[in-house]
């Protein structure tokens, strides 16, 4: 991990709270369009967003929990037994991520002015990225929950990421990343699929 922080990331600011890093990363979308969460569990960090926008935000969760084994945590981990409680402006749209989206896509033309990868997995990080890639713009900021600084991070988050990035030639950087926790933020660049 601190050898891909040094090589990559030197330039961006740290940050040891959560709260903070949201904030510090909200405070630079100057893209316009869709805020979007994947992964609202109990929903803390979409109340912090939410709390910090004027925008729609929209909530993305089975509310089941993980569908597959991840760092330590057995299937159906996080799953919420009631909806959390949210500000107004936080519209939820319940299900899985394949199941969910491209019916919203449809609806909602706009490009990502901010996007939260809260997803743990691989898997479905992926769909994300196969559904989503085509509306990150220059100026799209990307937070991700978990990134790095943790047992096997290369295969999840970061990993679909990754391939997501040589697949379509995007080309980003870093923004912000806690030292902390696992969070890491990203502003895209240029995307030639979009």
């Not at 936080?90 to 996007?115: K, M, N, Q, R, W």
């Not at 713009?137 to 990993?159: A, T, V």
Request: aromatic fraction near 14%; include cysteine; proline fraction near 5%.
């Amino acid at each position: 991990t601190l050898e891909y922080v040094k090589a990559n990331m030197v330039d961006a600011p740290y940050f040891e709270k959560h709260p903070e890093l949201v904030k510090y990363v909200l405070d630079r979308v100057e893209a316009t369009g869709l805020y979007l969460e994947f992964g609202v569990g109990r929903g803390k960090s979409m109340r912090w967003i939410a709390a910090a926008v004027d925008s729609t935000v929209h909530g993305f969760d089975s509310f089941e929990g993980i569908q597959e084994h991840w760092n330590g945590n057995p299937i159906g981990a996080f799953a919420q037994k009631k909806m959390p409680k949210v500000p107004a402006n936080v519209e939820f749209h319940v299900g899985y991520f394949d199941a969910t989206l491209p019916a919203f896509l449809e609806s909602h033309p706009e490009p990502i002015a901010f996007l939260h990868v809260d997803c743990d997995l691989y898997s479905s990080t992926v769909t994300l990225f196969d559904l989503l890639g085509t509306r990150l713009q220059p100026g799209s900021i990307i937070l991700f929950d978990e990134y790095y600084n943790f047992h096997r991070w290369q295969q999840h988050e970061f990993k679909a990421f990754q391939e997501f990035v040589a697949k379509s030639g995007m080309t980003y950087e870093y923004i912000a990343y806690s030292v902390t926790g696992q969070q890491a933020a990203v502003r895209v660049l240029d995307n030639p699929t979009r």
